[in-house]
């Protein structure tokens, strides 16, 4: 059902919203600002990860990183230490980036304007609106899953959200409901409601403030929307690492900036042939990633004294480190339960 969005009766759904949120809105610690790069951080973690989750990564990296100059003189081995426990590396990479983006092309001052936000290193439509809205008022909705659930289910509107022009259909429909004033807190508003009411799956609606003008509450066809028909491919992907290991040391190298786990340390994926006689046993492990299905082969190579570790690892370009410094190196996560596991071994088995 597609709704008129010539109605001006929308922008009343958006005043209520407003109200409710002036009383319920969550107690976040980037709410006490408005300076755009505490706010953009926050939007960056959020992305793939929940707020309960999120909080602490959040203090942890802004009490290191406390503004963009920072941010941008930082190492950065650092930025994805300050990063680890949170996945989805490519995004502290980004950050990275646009910290120096601010710096070299904005004279260190935040951009305010959406459009030239939208210019930096890993922020998209909805991060731009959002920070744009909420710390200079810009009136434009901040677009993102949450704004497709409540919005679609508030006007049963079937539209398709796999599609391309989904951003563009239902920013326009949230723009009939956005007030004059207050963009930021709409957006936030938003947001609040569809991460603790309009839920994915058993949505509260009996709290929702908007139940009487939600068409599907009111039809009893919540569960129909939003709409996706697309589905997107998922693939499946092989690596094998060699674990070459000499008492309390391992090699290990950096990935490139390039494909997945950007710039995280892994295990060497090749070794000499005649390291295969010091092979102990493989290690299957399965991981997914967004889209992308992983199978892992992790051989253990055990080397013994006669080896030539170090010059070993300079020939082949590998560093070395034992256990306590490769705590302070990113390693993409299955990895890194490999290396905790292997820590947590006896002793006399390792």
């Known amino acids: 059902m597609k709704r008129n969005k010539q109605n001006p009766d929308f922008v009343h759904i958006g005043r209520k919203l407003l109200k409710w949120y002036d009383s319920n809105a969550r107690a976040l610690p980037w709410r006490n600002t408005k300076q755009p790069y505490n706010i953009w951080i926050s939007e960056i973690i959020l992305q793939q990860t929940q707020v309960k989750q999120g909080l602490n990564h959040y203090l942890n990296f802004v009490e290191r990183f406390p503004d963009v100059q920072a941010l941008a003189a930082a190492e950065t081995d650092e930025v994805l230490l300050y990063w680890k426990g949170m996945g989805y590396y490519s995004r502290a990479l980004n950050l990275h980036k646009a910290a120096k983006q601010v710096v070299e092309d904005f004279n260190g001052n935040f951009p305010e304007k959406y459009e030239d936000i939208l210019k930096l290193k890993g922020i998209g439509k909805y991060t731009a609106a959002a920070i744009s809205s909420i710390c200079f008022d810009e009136k434009i909705p901040a677009v993102d899953g949450n704004f497709y659930r409540v919005v679609s289910r508030l006007f ?6 796999s599609q391309s022009s989904a951003f563009k259909y239902f920013s326009e429909l949230s723009m009939m409901m956005m007030p004059e004033n207050k963009p930021g807190d709409f957006n936030q508003a938003v947001m609040d409601l569809g991460s603790e009411i309009c839920r994915p799956k058993k949505p509260d609606c009996g709290s929702c403030p908007l139940n009487e003008n939600c068409i599907a509450f009111q039809s009893g066809t919540v569960h129909k929307f939003p709409v996706k028909l697309k589905r997107t491919k998922t693939t499946d992907l092989f690596l094998k690492y060699y674990f070459v290991h000499h008492k309390n040391q391992f090699l290990l190298k950096q990935r490139a900036d390039d494909f997945i786990w950007k710039k995280l340390y892994e295990f060497p994926d090749e070794v000499p042939v005649e390291f295969e006689q010091f092979v102990e046993n493989s290690t299957v492990v399965k991981h997914k990633l967004t889209h992308k299905n992983l199978t892992i082969q992790i051989e253990t190579v055990n080397l013994t004294d006669e080896v030539d570790f170090i010059s070993l690892a300079k020939r082949n370009h590998f560093n070395v480190v034992d256990f306590s410094e490769s705590k302070k190196k990113s390693f993409p996560k299955p990895l890194e ?14």
């Open 156 to 161: 049963a509107d079937d539209f398709d959200i």
């Open 337 to 350: 339960n490999f290396i905790d596991k292997w820590i947590q071994r006896p002793t006399e088995i390792k």
